[in-house]
């Protein structure tokens, strides 16, 4: 059996999907993002039930109700992993468990995104059930352990999330609300809005890119939102950018940013622009844009 080695045409040439952290505060238009993604395309993971801001959206949408529902939701969207034990969430037996309620796999095909609002909220759903398991108890005292639950919180959190993210040729977008806090030193610093210190620390290690959606103010006074995309940034916001594609700022047009970002990988495979990359990257060129009322 030889080597499978997969070359480096093969592996330019699979379909890509950019895996983005979209933070930002409570208000500044994080689910109004959804708009700018093809409604056809797109399944809106709708964890907040507080899509007033999208009413009018019309893509498709899934709502999990409990961290149960959404690990059943990881795995049919992603599939499983074949190393994992039989027992264990998002192996084989799990993805022909769900497959059998979900049906067939194949109806995914049609959707390139998947956008996730909020991690926030899931945070609070996995720590619910996490205070339920028996690592959030004492062995000892029979007590709550709320440091055992938290640590199984931080973990389960981090698995699903990989996990999704690793959704082949899918773009997946997870949203959560920006906190403003003051540190040890009195100093300002941002920090996603997320139970327990885990995923937020070590979520922007398993993604391409972090944006933060803000208010920028200009020179001449005025306000105008903008993506903050490169780690190094006059704001102190938390970005980062896997792909080398951005500026500092882009406009909020979050499917113009998918496509530039993607526009990398298609020109490292020689392949030209998307369909309608060329127009997106174009825009997301373009200098600031006036702030607009939205909601969160």
Not at 156 to 180: C, P, S, W, Y
Not at 249 to 261: Q, S, Y
Request: one cysteine or more; hydrophobic letters at 40%; charged letters at 20%.
């Amino acid at each position: 059996m030889a080597l499978p080695i997969i070359s480096a045409a093969q592996r330019l040439a699979q379909k890509q999907g950019v895996k983005l952290v979209l933070l930002g505060k409570s208000g500044i238009g994080k689910t109004s993002q959804l708009k700018t993604l093809p409604e056809a395309s797109t399944l809106f993971v709708d964890l907040e039930a507080g899509d007033l801001a999208v009413r009018d959206w019309q893509g498709d949408c899934v709502r999990p109700a409990t961290w149960p529902e959404f690990r059943d939701l990881v795995v049919f969207l992603a599939g499983p992993n074949p190393a994992l034990p039989a027992d264990a969430p998002y192996s084989q037996a799990h993805y022909s468990h769900v497959c059998e309620r979900y049906g067939d796999p194949a109806q995914l095909a049609r959707y390139g995104t998947y956008f996730v609002d909020s991690i926030t909220v899931l945070a609070r759903l996995a720590l619910i059930w996490a205070k339920t398991q028996p690592q959030a108890q004492s062995d000892r005292t029979g007590k709550p352990d709320t440091r055992g639950a938290y640590g199984l919180l931080g973990a389960e959190m981090l698995t699903a999330l990989t996990h999704l993210q690793h959704a082949r040729g899918k773009n997946v977008v997870f949203v959560a609300i920006l906190d403003e806090k003051l540190d040890d030193f009195n100093r300002k610093v941002f920090v996603p809005q997320i139970e327990g210190s885990k995923t937020a620390a070590e979520l922007p290690g398993i993604v391409d890119e972090v944006v933060t959606l803000a208010e920028i103010k200009a020179e001449d006074g005025s306000a105008y939102r903008a993506f903050v995309t490169h780690t190094l940034n006059p704001y102190g916001y938390p970005a980062k950018d896997r792909s080398g594609q951005l500026e500092v700022l882009e406009p909020p047009d979050l499917h113009a940013l998918i496509a530039k970002c993607a526009a990398a990988t298609r020109a490292a495979a020689g392949k030209p622009p998307a369909k309608d990359s060329a127009a997106a990257v174009t825009a997301a060129a373009a200098p600031s844009i006036p702030n607009q009322t939205t909601q969160d």
